[in-house]
């Protein structure tokens, strides 16, 4: 029933910056934290950021320093701002929405977008 509409994913040189959006097509009453997972290919599933609906944030340490995330003041919207970008930072970017506070899993993310591109260039 609920679906996740990413964007703002593209192409940028390294150094450079872009912001990622997600946006749920209905408001999730139940619902313990927001955030966002990558994959390159090749490359193990990481979790990169996220954020409690109590408004805590925590984010990998490879990220750390360069990302942020934020949500809107309803339920339903992301964002992860990105700056500093280095070509390791390509990957598949996946919003995702869980009852889980860390969105562990398998059972802790109960929502997923279908992914947004980022790539970055040398």
């Known amino acids: 029933q609920v679906q996740l509409v990413e964007s703002g994913g593209g192409l940028v040189q390294a150094g450079g910056s872009l912001r990622l959006s997600c946006a749920a097509s209905?408001?999730?009453?139940?619902?313990?934290?927001m955030g966002w997972y990558r994959q390159a290919p090749g490359k193990e599933r990481e979790l990169v950021a996220t954020?409690?609906?109590?408004?805590?944030?925590n984010y990998a340490d490879s990220v750390k320093g360069r990302f942020n995330i934020s949500r809107a003041n309803g339920r339903n919207t992301v964002y992860l701002q990105m700056s500093g970008l280095k070509p390791e930072d390509t990957a598949v970017y996946f919003c995702?929405?869980?009852?889980?506070?860390?969105?562990?899993?398998?059972?802790?993310?109960?929502?997923w977008g279908k992914g947004t591109l980022v790539t970055v260039s040398a």
């Open positions: 209905r408001n999730i009453f139940i619902l313990k934290a």
């Open positions: 954020i409690t609906s109590g408004g805590y944030t």
């Open positions: 995702v929405f869980g009852g889980d506070g860390r969105l562990s899993l398998p059972g802790g993310v109960d929502y």
